[in-house]
């Protein structure tokens, strides 16, 4: 049975956190530097968070969403987080890795036949994320090496 995280912290830049969990199908955006960490802004349309990757130095979050697969969000303001653009075709996302270098996402999850799947997606156009190769029936956790 697969776990859906209800809140993921990672560090964003030294000083600062972005948060990302579920609450009323929204995706928490929460940038403020420690000991008073306070919720700045809210994305809504993200479906179910599964997983988080937010790369150093970026300004971009990747989300792993049940609804939407892949979700890239743009939290370079963290009172205003905005969707950029949702994977190509819609999957169900679980297990997230990216490398920002390659400008490629590997997205674990579940296809729209309902067996498990492993998507390379593309993300160099953020707006249009587009799946480029799909392994039919794998599942796992995922990792650029």
């Not at 994305?43 to 968070?49: A, E, L, N, P, R």
């Not at 498990?116 to 090496?145: C, L, Q």
């Amino acid at each position: 049975m697969r776990k859906t995280f209800s809140y993921v912290l990672v560090v964003l830049f030294t000083g600062a956190f972005l948060f990302l969990g579920n609450y009323q199908n929204q995706a928490k955006a929460v940038v403020n530097p420690v000991p008073n960490p306070s919720i700045l802004g809210l994305i809504s349309g993200v479906g179910t968070v599964v997983d988080v990757v937010a790369p150093q130095g970026s300004t971009k979050a990747y989300l792993a969403s049940e609804n939407f697969g892949l979700v890239i969000v743009d939290v370079a303001v963290p009172t205003t987080p905005e969707v950029l653009g949702s994977q190509h075709p819609v999957e169900k996302g679980g297990h997230l890795a990216v490398s920002t270098e390659k400008n490629l996402a590997i997205v674990v999850g579940v296809g729209a036949d309902t067996t498990a799947r492993t998507n390379i997606v593309d993300i160099t156009d953020s707006t249009y994320p587009k799946v480029i190769s799909s392994i039919p029936g794998a599942s796992g956790d995922a990792a650029f090496i």
